[in-house]
């Protein structure tokens, strides 16, 4: 099964998929944004979210 447009290979490449793997400055030389979060990125900021979620209410 062919990688879907924005599909990021964490495991060996670190790239994302847009019809070939490629880094982020090349993504976001041809797209003119950032390629999506990663799940470690994606992750960090659901963290980040609890956290402060947390404080509001204490």
Do not use: L
């Not at 099964?1 to 490449?13: C, I, K, L, N």
């Not at 090349?26 to 404080?55: R, V």
């Amino acid at each position: 099964m062919a990688p879907e447009h924005g599909e990021f290979d964490s495991q060996s490449q670190k790239k994302w998929f847009c019809g070939y793997w490629m880094m982020q400055e090349e993504w976001e030389d041809i797209h003119d944004y950032a390629p999506p979060n990663t799940g470690a990125a994606a992750a960090t900021a659901e963290e980040d979210e609890e956290e402060e979620q947390e404080g509001e209410e204490g």
